[in-house]
């Protein structure tokens, strides 16, 4: 027997597990699979991009974006609305209604100028009772012909409305009557009867009742105040002449240089209130 073969094998030698050859890392690196590696730049920006991720803040704004954005385009479609209703009217129908804008707003310059003229002849008159006392008479006189217990005369104009078939309401003349103060209208008288500020009208059966008192067609206006105002007034389109015409009724509107409006009401003594300088 040999040497090798005689010499026993050593006793942790033979406790020891074979040895394994260490693997490569080049091999190692290379089994290991790389999600990224087959995708594209789009598919890699689509998986950046979804699911989104929104913070609390972002949200907030967007929400405020969409609020804003919204009032805007409600806005928008209120001035298209409101301005819809001119863009099919004729050139000189535009003018017309200017020019009883541009009445209306002298009207209101003129009153102002009144007013300050008054307050003006308070502050310099000598005699400040005197001057008081016609300034009070004078505006005794105004709130007469307003309340209809005193007449009145001055330029206006004359509107008949002659209604054979019986079509024309209650509501019909009345709006003409609001339209005819929104001009200027200082006094009005309906068929004898006198408007007033608390004046109504009614229908009974076919006929047509103002303040109680029923009245007959045709229906004759006669109103006090400037005429370059009060037709005009009357034949806007779409106005008050324009709607008793749909309704068959005939209406004529004439100027005058004098309006005598002579229906008059009792002075009526209120039940509650006084006077607060009593």
């Known amino acids: 027997m040999s ?27 290379a089994a290991e699979p790389n999600p990224e590696a087959g995708l594209t730049g789009r598919r890699r920006l689509v998986q950046g991009l979804w699911p989104p991720r929104v913070s609390r803040a972002q949200l907030i704004v967007a929400v405020l974006l969409f609020g804003l954005g919204f009032g805007l385009a409600v806005q928008v479609a209120s001035n298209s609305d409101s301005d819809s209703a001119l863009r099919g009217a004729r050139q000189e129908d535009l003018v017309r209604i200017l020019d009883e804008l541009d009445d209306r707003t002298q009207r209101l310059e003129d009153e102002k100028t009144g007013l300050e003229k008054q307050r003006q002849e308070l502050q310099s008159s000598s005699d400040q009772a005197a001057e008081a006392r016609r300034q009070t008479a004078e505006k005794e006189r105004q709130l007469g012909i307003l309340a209809g217990t005193v007449a009145a005369q001055g330029p206006g104009i004359t509107m008949t409305v002659d209604d054979p078939k019986g079509t024309v309401q209650a509501d019909m003349l009345l ?18 009867v ?39 007034a009357l034949n806007i389109p779409g106005g008050v002449v324009q709607t008793l015409e749909k309704e068959q009724a ?16 009792p002075a009526k003594q209120p039940d509650y209130a006084r006077s607060s300088s009593q």
Request: charged share 30%.
């Open 3 to 29: 040497e090798h073969e005689e010499r026993p094998e050593h006793r942790l030698r033979r406790e020891l597990p074979a040895e394994v050859p260490a693997a490569a890392p080049e091999a190692e690196s």
């Open 194 to 232: 006198r408007v007033i500020a608390g004046t109504y009208l009614t229908e009974s059966g076919k006929s047509v009742s103002v303040d109680g008192n029923k009245i007959t067609q045709p229906f004759v206006f006669r109103v006090i105040g400037k005429p370059q105002d009060l037709e005009p």
């Open 250 to 265: 005939t209406v004529t509107v004439e100027r005058s240089t004098k309006i005598v409006v002579d229906a008059l009401r």
């Open 175 to 192: 709006d003409a009557i609001q339209e005819l103060r929104a001009a200027g209208a200082e006094a009005i008288q309906v068929n004898g």
